[in-house]
């Protein structure tokens, strides 16, 4: 089993960057995919980005494409999302999780779930 525990958000003015910490406990996080959620005010919880277990492999929603970069560390347990040009679009909470399956988009193939971290970016 997994816990994860994010950090990071805040306030930022659009343009500006943000990077997002996701810290997990147990001796296998090696061995799951994570991913990046995150849910408008008034949406559904939506898809970001996703990082293979050995980091090599990373996949981003069209929308942050090219703005938003995940990373990991599993000696130290850590996930982390850099958010670069941030748009007024991109308030939301953010979540992490982690999945037993390859990378996906598909929200209810992970498995845990951190408790989301707020991101409000003004213009």
């Known amino acids: 089993q997994v816990q994860l525990v994010v950090s990071g958000g805040g306030l930022v003015q659009a343009v500006g960057s943000l990077i997002l910490s996701c810290a997990a406990s147990?001796?296998?996080?090696?061995?799951?995919?994570m991913g990046w959620f995150r849910q408008p005010p008034g949406k559904e919880r939506e898809f970001v980005a996703t990082?293979?277990?050995?980091?090599?492999?990373?996949y981003y929603a069209d929308s942050v494409k090219g703005r938003f970069t995940s990373s990991r560390d599993n000696a130290k347990n850590m996930v982390y999302l850099q958010m670069n040009s941030l748009k007024p679009e991109d308030t939301a909470v953010y979540y992490c999780a982690a999945t037993h399956s390859t990378p996906t988009s598909l929200i209810g193939s992970y498995n845990y779930w951190g408790q989301g971290t707020q991101v409000t970016v003004s213009s």
């Open positions: 147990g001796r296998t996080f090696s061995s799951y995919a």
């Open positions: 990082i293979s277990w050995g980091g090599r492999n990373t």
